[in-house]
């Protein structure tokens, strides 16, 4: 899990920006979402690392994800975020999440079932929002927050909205070269079929596909949609 470094954090009489970036896996989410942040010094979460966490909690558990719901109260799952100038750190109890190993094979396999738990979702909605007040409250000037439903549901009303696509070739390319080994296929489905908060495009996103854009094109893409609101 990476949390990048933000330095020369500063207060700017400009409005808070918020961005949602949603797609599927290997799509650039990630590295959008950071390059954004390094560049404007904006707030990174993403949120998928909340679902992984749970996946992971409840794994250790030896729940099932159709068993969930009666575990995802606050003396089960102790879920609480650390907001500073150095980023965004999640907690599940004592422990920070960037310990735990949360890409996995197996959480990389069974994320999308947890996550597809609408009591999985309810748990994380008003988190996920929460964020949003603290990182403009502390002096950040934007947030970008990365994942599958962020546009549709977590940011609806967020001031610019993209959807990434690329081609399987190349996002099997790009998760091997993150050493991670999943079906992508197979989650995108699950998560586009599942009955709350799909993996979707909504009508007021911008779509990009990235299969043959380098990350700097990508970020260009972004960066203009971005000056004409600010």
Known sequence: ???????????????????????????????????????????????????????YLM????????SVAEQLNPDVIKFHSKISSKGFELFAGDTNCIELD???AEINKCVSDYAAQPAVRKFLLDFQRKQVTIAEKIGFVGIVMEGRDIGSKILPNADLKFFLSADYK????RRDQDGESDEIVTRDLKDS?????????????????TGKLTKEEVFEIVNTELEKII
């Open 1 to 55: 899990m990476f949390f990048p470094v933000l330095e020369n954090l500063e207060v700017s009489m400009n409005r808070f920006i918020t961005i949602a970036i949603d797609g599927g896996a290997g799509v650039g989410k990630s590295t959008l979402a950071k390059l954004i942040c390094s560049k404007k010094n904006y707030l990174y979460i993403e949120t998928g690392n909340f679902y992984r966490a749970i996946t």
């Open 59 to 66: 794994l250790e558990m030896k729940i099932k994800p159709e």
């Open 102 to 104: 949360l890409r996995s």
């Open 170 to 173: 190349t996002r099997m390319m």
């Open 193 to 209: 079929k599942r009955s709350t908060s799909p993996l979707l495009k909504t009508d007021d996103a911008i779509e990009i596909n």
